[in-house]
């Protein structure tokens, strides 16, 4: 397939599904529970993280979580400028991880009608587009070190990050249209 607009690389958790949120409410918790830690086994208490993986090793798991509002709205605004590759790191526990994926992202975005691709991995520097949006900062960084920009979704777990060179900028779901705009995809398109 030929493109003709820039290809964005969107993370799933974290930007557009709300794990932590689903979590939060499986568990009864709070939603102000604090959760700085991208590793959700330093959030939780042991009990908690041992109750947590058991869920996420189910498919239902996966296709069940909340989305964010902000997150879909945001997606339906890049669709308008660019294409998207969806690209997400897989909970290897879960053998029906990748399943239950594939459904969330068709039911809650409807990468069919867009004919979105989807690809598992965690090494998401090997994957080919202009710009990655993601919420974790080993992502970003290993993303920016191939000279790419990326941006960080700014979540409450991810607050002490800082750039290693520049190329990763830090912003939330209404500011990444004119992140995209002013930094990566330029005004032209």
Known sequence: MIRSKPLVVLDVDGVVADLVGTLKGRLQLPEDHP???WDLSKSFDKYDYS???GMMKQQHFWETLKAYPEGVAMVHRIRKRADIL?????FVPCSGWVAGRLNWLRSILAIR??????IAT???QFVRGRVLIDDKPENVTNWALTGRPAILLDQEWNQDYASPNG????GSWDEVDEILTSAF?????
């Open 35 to 37: 959760v700085t830690e």
């Open 51 to 53: 109750y947590i993986r």
């Open 86 to 90: 969806w690209c997400s790191s897989p």
């Open 113 to 118: 009608k867009y004919k979105e691709p989807f």
């Open 122 to 124: 965690r090494d998401k």
């Open 167 to 170: 190329l990763v900028v830090r």
């Open 185 to 189: 995809l330029h005004a032209s398109i």
